[in-house]
């Protein structure tokens, strides 16, 4: 292995993942054992502390794979797009019943009873993953035994038609450094649950979204955009929801923000730079 990204690779001075033994260096290697998330948003930390960084979040359902457990803290790699932290241990359980559905919108409720009046228990956000285990006009019943609206729901082999219409369900909702649901969201998080939702396979930060999506336009040339291209800066990403506005989560306003992208340009320049690349998934 020519490198290690401690962002992808469970590896440590005294632990690693058994893939990466040539990388290892003497430390012990460890299968790790599947786990389900069971919290509606699983923080992921750069160390085993509340207070932390932020890196990234998983959404209830989301497999992952736990190589270590100490103190209440699960050193651990989510499947869904390899990154590594360390997460509560309590907020882990066995993997149960394959999920079948997706939340599909923004946010909703998991009640105790099929009734609107009942009183939510937990809130879900998109993306995360249930299995359903019956259905009626109104409510799915979940296979844990609770209750969703079944329209908030879509199966797993449906996708959102339109990646930057989930994104633009997202607006005014706060940043949050590492956060990727509707209670707040970093830019590449915004990029990754909008394309997740349409079915495409999209790693977490701006330099490897920026590596791997879709093909390079001239960055030169801001009057050919069209709505869905993506405009990145070193370390940070835009959608563009037309040919001149720029949706972006973004630390300035605290938000996610609709903008002229000529003035998104000339503010970043001031302070991060110039544009580094623009990419067009199609």
Not at 144 to 171: K, W
Not at 198 to 209: A, E, F, K, L, N
Not at 213 to 225: C, E, F, I, M
Request: glycine share 8%; aromatic share 6%; proline share 5%.
């Amino acid at each position: 292995m020519n490198s290690v990204d401690r962002r992808l690779h469970a590896i440590r001075p005294d632990l690693a993942d058994t893939r990466l033994s040539e990388a290892a260096s003497g430390a012990r290697l460890v299968e790790g054992e599947r786990r389900e998330v069971a919290a509606p948003l699983l923080s992921l930390h750069r160390e085993p502390r509340f207070d932390a960084g932020l890196d990234t979040q998983a959404l209830m359902g989301e497999y992952v794979r736990v190589f270590d457990v100490q103190e209440g803290w699960a050193w651990l790699q989510l499947e869904s797009d390899g990154y590594v932290g360390y997460a509560a241990q309590d907020d882990l359980i066995a993997i149960g019943r394959a999920a079948t559905h997706r939340v599909s919108v923004p946010s909703t409720f998991m009640f105790p009873a099929p009734d609107i009046k009942s009183q939510p228990t937990v809130t879900l956000t998109m993306n995360a993953r249930v299995a359903v285990a019956g259905q009626n006009e109104r409510f799915a019943h979940l296979a844990n035994g609770r209750f969703v609206v079944a329209s908030h729901l879509a199966p797993l082999s449906e996708s959102a038609p339109d990646f930057v219409a989930v994104a633009e369900a997202y607006r005014h909702v706060p940043y949050l450094w590492g956060g990727k649901s509707v209670f707040g969201l970093d830019c590449s998080g915004l990029v990754q649950l909008s394309l997740q939702a349409s079915g495409i396979v999209c790693p977490r930060d701006t330099d490897m979204q920026e590596a791997s999506l879709g093909h390079r336009l001239p960055k030169d040339d801001l009057g050919s955009l069209r709505r869905g291209d993506l405009v990145f800066w070193d370390g940070h990403v835009g959608i563009m929801s037309d040919e001149r506005m720029l949706l972006h989560a973004n630390g300035h306003f605290m938000q996610v923000t609709l903008e002229p992208l000529r003035s998104a340009v000339e503010r970043i320049a001031r302070r991060h730079g110039q544009i580094t690349s623009i990419k067009r998934l199609e």
